[in-house]
């Protein structure tokens, strides 16, 4: 879903949009925990099932130009940048016809053509890449942007606090979108550091920095709309930390036996995609039967991409030792 949006005001259409996008990534992400129970997707999952409304608000305001790197819940930020859905299940599933011909898999996801660069399993890896991209845009001219997606875990990560220094010492035009969940991996917030909000690690440094529910697409869309702007205009780097609740554990298969479940009264209450929708239907915006409409359709398109998959044959063995490069004299 890229576009040219900012941070005005979006009209009925784009909303609407907006959850259709949403329920995408949903229904994307419960098929491929299905997938992996049944042995047709395989390596560790990290789903980001409940946290689609940051990836909806941040890659629906990008475009293609714009650089995104992301960690190891990174399906709903790679099918909101524009990646083709069935690309990227085919990648899930191992098949040659998938964005990395089935040879990445779920935690190296890329889409040069949309401007996802890169998803990776290290934890805090990819800021200092988005700090490269940002470098580059800049040398370039023009006012691309990069974003780089990571969870609170990785603030810990010495390569954080590194890239904020050159981020901000430069003033390189790049996003920093912080989805606190509330864990790194297994572990609270409260295990691992004495400052709770992210945005508040940041501070020294003198930045645009806020914190926002990350379940209200609107606050997150309109903060990180303004944001954006700023940064496009040259002012330097910007932090948005978004307060979010993943409904599955760590990985798919985690037995989550860390944290307090969410009764489903409170999840209602939370969920991004039910929030929009109450939103939409007290706006006037989304009619009665649309919402069971866009998940129907949402739902149908998965279907069609995993059909897609599986008859996408598995990469041959001598397909990695072709992309293997060694260096010399020509």
């Known amino acids: 879903m890229s576009g040219t949006t900012g941070p005005d005001q979006p009209s009925p259409d784009q909303l609407r949009d907006a959850l259709r996008l949403m329920w995408r990534i949903r229904a994307m992400e419960e098929r491929v925990g299905q997938l992996k129970r049944a042995g047709e997707v395989h390596g560790l999952i990290h789903l980001s099932v409940g946290q689609e409304g940051v990836a909806a608000a941040v890659c629906g ?70 700090l490269g991209s940002a470098l580059a845009a800049r040398m370039r001219g023009g006012d691309a942007v990069a974003v780089v997606f990571f969870g609170d875990g990785a603030v810990q990560a010495g390569q954080f606090n590194e890239s904020i220094n050159i981020a901000t010492l430069w003033k390189l035009p790049v996003v920093f979108v912080c989805e606190n969940n509330g864990f790194a991996e297994f572990s609270p917030r409260s295990a691992h550091t004495n400052v709770e909000r992210v945005s508040d690690v940041v501070a020294p440094y003198d930045l645009p920095r806020e914190t926002v529910d990350g379940n209200e697409f609107a606050a997150v869309r309109s903060v990180f709309g303004r944001m954006l702007a700023g940064v496009r205009a040259g002012e330097g780097p910007a932090l948005l930390e978004c307060l979010t609740h993943r409904l599955r554990g760590h990985y798919e298969g985690d037995p989550d036996r860390y944290r307090e479940a969410v009764s489903k009264a409170e999840w209602q209450e939370k969920d991004p995609i039910l929030r929009l929708q109450r939103q939409g239907a ?47 004299k020509s």
């Open 61 to 130: 305001q990008l475009r293609d130009d714009d650089a995104v790197y992301s960690g190891h819940r990174a399906h709903g930020h790679t099918l909101a940048k524009g990646a083709p859905l069935p690309a990227l299940l085919a990648e899930l599933m191992g098949r040659v016809g998938g964005l990395c011909k089935g040879l990445g898999g779920s935690m190296h996801l890329v889409d040069v053509e949309h401007g996802m660069l890169g998803a990776t399993g290290v934890v805090g890896g990819n800021i200092p890449m988005a």
């Open 282 to 328: 007290a706006d006037g915006w989304l009619a009665d039967g649309d919402p069971a409409e866009f998940e129907a359709a949402a739902r149908a398109e998965v279907d069609e991409a995993v059909e897609a998959a599986r008859r996408s044959p598995f990469p041959d063995e001598a397909l990695a030792a072709s992309l293997v490069r060694a260096g010399g």
